[in-house]
């Protein structure tokens, strides 16, 4: 236990260097940056929102019925500049030198052509002087207005035909309530809705997973790599400790780094994320009711599930390592282990497990880097036989990985192995 | 006398290449012994043998009378393997180092403390000690790996090339250690290039050439036997 935990403390040492922790910090901060810059946007559209409009408005009907529809936009906080100029290139001039963004151009017989049921249109003229996204908002308020107003009019226009009856009725006749069913629990909502919640929900966790097990595939074989590059695993073998303890110590060592790395990250990203996240209006409830959300039993499973890929993750890297001569080699020879780890994750993001083909369940099955990804997405359907196979499997894989790895620990493969893209290269002397 | 290696007929071989042709030798408790021969002559491979990293093709290699496969937990605790391009944990200080590889060794703290002090005496890295590894020199670097091998006290020290790359001041204050170190009871085997080296440390030496043994003795029972001058002279003579 002295041997693994001195080992250990060498290699948190070893591993979390100034110029880490700099570059975690950076990215904590990058992402914080990104994000307030997005919720600034956001905050400043919400703002536009409440804030009234300008609109200059070219008026050539002046009839009592379009001026009652400018009250109506300036009710919905439009201000209105009438625009007194007589041809529609003074009026387009002097809304520039006003500096108002939008021309709303009203026609000659506009309140003739509605009451005559023959509809009219109106022109809208947008001044571009670039592309801000407040102009947008402000052009969407003016159209969502417009449309109001259109609604009210063929309102108008049904009611009289209809004698009184509620237009409603007769635009949709047929009305659409909904809900879903999981496992025999029945909630008011949609499908839609639902993808929509669990794809936020299920967000934070895969990512946390990807990260976790890359981030301890790094670090275990960037460790390989510096005791290879610094000739230090020489002096380490011949030391009087057992090579479980050299081992252990090194993967104990990599994967508290990893977490940490990981857990930074994910705070980081979480709140990036959570600048674009909309809200869903009772969303929670929805999913609480269909018992879609995750139990501290899942948690344990996921958890385990996690620990296990985590020690496949970091004896295969071991192995791997022991084939490098440098970190940069190490890093190189960890690629492959990077896409069997993100390749289930964006499978599992766009595809569910039910539905896909069997030669891709097999491919997840078999990739130990898989199981956690699957558990994330099956636990909250109480979907256990496969996670616990999973874990069973997981437990097998890392066992014999780890095996594996104290085998070669105790033959010449570890200081003569090399990289079997290159040339075998025997021990000086 | 107490036999500290003892070499019979040890033969390695790595995939088509055979390193050793089946060399034997011994090594008595308390002497310095050199193993000298070219590049690629088969020094770091036995030296590696003994100290447990490499696996043998067939033959014997015992230290203190323990097999070095068999036993290789139980010989890992009386030796110290000083290799020849050996490097520290860069992101370690000096002292953090010295400490790590004292902890492997250290029963309680008092012994913890005594192997430290005696660290820091061998490595003369002054207020350098608590700085990062990777600031040192070379010079500085080595100096600091023969500390850290010596200053457990192993009952066997293996040292690949002691004073490689080094200054001559720094080389024969590295050689006055091991000397000192040797008259203390340490048993010492090293390999060198540098004859004189070796004609000033060791009481006997092996001239090892392509795989094999090609004479053992005392330097001066060696240039006598050879009529030479020096081991130089020797060991031309001998590989001819």
Known sequence: MKNFLNIFKKEIKELLTKEMIFSLVFMVMLFGLMGSFINDAKERTQEQLLETTSLAVLNLDNSAYSKEVLNKLEENKIEIVEIEEESLEDAVKKTQKEGLMFLLVLPENFEESIKGMHGTEVEMYSMVKGFDANENTSFSHISAVVNLINQE??????????????????????????????????????????????????????????????????????????????????????????????????????????????????????????????????????????????????????????FLTILVALSVCMILGMFAQDVKSAQSMQFPIILLIMIPYFILMFQDLGTMSIGLKIFLYLNPFSHPFIASKVLIFDNYSIVIAGIVYLAVFAAFMMYLSVKLFNTDKVLTAKSPFGKLKLSKG | MTKAIEIKNLLKDYDNFRALKGISFEVREGEIFGLIGPNAAGKTTTLRIIATLLQLTSGEVKVFNHDVIKESEKVREMISYLPEEAGAYKNLSGREYLEFIAQFYAEDKSKMEKILNKGLELAKLGEKVTDKVSTYSKGMTRRLLLARALMIEPKLAILDEPTSGLDVIMSQEIRKIIKDFAQHGVTVLLSSHNMLEVEFLCDRIALINNGEIVEIGTPTQLEREYNAKNIEEVFIKAIE
Request: aromatic share 8%; glycine share 8%; hydrophobic share 50%.
């Open chain 1, 153 to 306: 009019i063929s309102n108008t226009y049904i009611e009289n035909a209809f004698g009184g009856q509620n237009p409603e009725n007769i635009i949709n006749p047929i009305k659409t309530k909904e809900f879903v069913v999981v496992n025999n629990k029945v909630a008011p909502g949609n499908l839609a809705t639902l993808k929509a919640l669990s794809m936020a929900n299920s967000m934070i966790i895969p990512i946390l997973l990807m990260m976790s097990i890359m981030y301890a595939g790094t670090m275990i074989i960037t460790s390989m790599g510096l005791e290879k590059e610094n000739k230090t695993l020489e002096t380490l073998l011949t030391l009087p400790v057992k090579r479980i303890s050299i081992i252990l110590g090194k993967m104990a060592g990599a994967a508290v780094v990893a977490l940490l790395m990981a857990v930074v990250y994910i705070i980081g990203f979480n709140y990036y994320m959570s600048s674009f996240s909309a809200s869903v209006v009772d969303g929670e409830n929805i999913m609480q009711t269909l018992g879609l959300t995750m139990t501290f039993f899942d948690y344990i499973l996921l958890g385990i599930s996690l």
